[in-house]
């Protein structure tokens, strides 16, 4: 299974690039990441639909799509495990998770995904976001494989 982060915004050298990079070097499975930016100045609604469509622009083909929105479901890490490896066991190729930018995910981008996902009620810095994903996607491996980085919740 392949991922793929797609976000809006250009990352810098610094320490939110750094754990992002310290989880997707841990993970079992090749992760991309794609950057895209609006560089028009767009106001909210406008500029929401326009990097919607800028972010479908990067979803790989046939791609299981999970947009991460403050007003998604949210999930415990055993139980995102779970869908990790319900994905994983129904073959699923690519994985692409959508990053929305300081105006958050534009209708498309939620309406369209096959999961809407929170990270939780609190709004978080979209660089920071990349950075939580990556390790709740170790997070998810570590659960899956038994090993001892998660504690506290029982093995799905």
Not at 2 to 14: K, Q
Not at 38 to 44: D, I, V
Not at 137 to 156: D, Q, V
Request: aromatic share 6%.
């Amino acid at each position: 299974m392949r991922i793929t982060i797609v976000a809006v915004g250009r990352g810098r050298r610094g320490a939110e690039q750094d754990l992002f990079d310290h989880y997707c070097r841990r993970l079992p499975w090749p992760v991309r990441l794609i950057e895209v930016d609006e560089r028009r100045p767009l106001a909210g609604p406008e500029r929401r639909a326009s990097e919607a469509r800028l972010l479908a622009a990067k979803i790989p083909a046939g791609a299981i799509t999970v947009a991460l929105d403050e007003h998604g479901r949210q999930v415990s890490s055993t139980a995102f495990a779970d869908l990790m490896r319900r994905w994983r066991e129904d073959g699923t190729g690519d994985l692409a998770f959508l990053i929305g930018g300081a105006d958050g995910l534009g209708g498309a981008a939620t309406r369209d995904a096959h999961m809407t996902l929170s990270l939780g009620a609190m709004t978080w810095p979209h660089l920071l976001v990349r950075a939580m994903l990556a390790e709740q996607l170790y997070r998810a491996n570590a659960i899956l494989t038994g090993h001892p980085y998660h504690r506290g919740e029982p093995k799905p």
